[in-house]
């Protein structure tokens, strides 16, 4: 398995990046499709509307939402897709979130490395 990654979109994207996969609901705020350097976006691998919006990235929720973002990733298909991306080439978890340590994409990392 190669390199997983995750990264805020704003960030500097690196040819290290591999595959760079868009992994939020809603298109990140004041950044261009050409300045975000995507190679796909995985609208259905983020959390629901409704677990987004009661989480609202508040640290406290963070242990209850990432249990019931484990239980709405479960079956998702995107997810054998990225791991499948991962047999030839690195992949980056792109984001939004301002807390690199509080968001989904930390979870979505851990559940596609098996942890």
């Known amino acids: ?20 996969i868009l992994v939020d609901r809603l298109w990140p705020r004041g950044i261009s499709k050409v300045r975000a350097h995507l190679d796909d976006w995985m609208k259905d691998i983020a959390p629901s509307t409704k677990l987004r ?3 609202n990235h508040e640290p406290d ?15 998702n298909p995107e997810i054998a897709r990225i791991r499948d991306m991962l047999k030839t080439k690195n992949v980056t978890l792109v984001y939004a979130a ?18």
Do not use: C
């Open 1 to 20: 398995m190669r390199s997983l990654a995750i990264k805020r979109v704003y960030e500097q994207p690196l040819e290290t990046d591999g595959i760079r």
């Open 53 to 55: 919006e009661w989480f």
């Open 61 to 75: 929720k963070f242990g209850e939402f990432s249990k019931l973002y484990r239980e709405e990733l479960e079956g």
């Open 98 to 115: 301002k807390d690199p340590h509080v968001n989904h994409a930390v979870v979505l990392r851990d559940v596609i490395a098996g942890k």
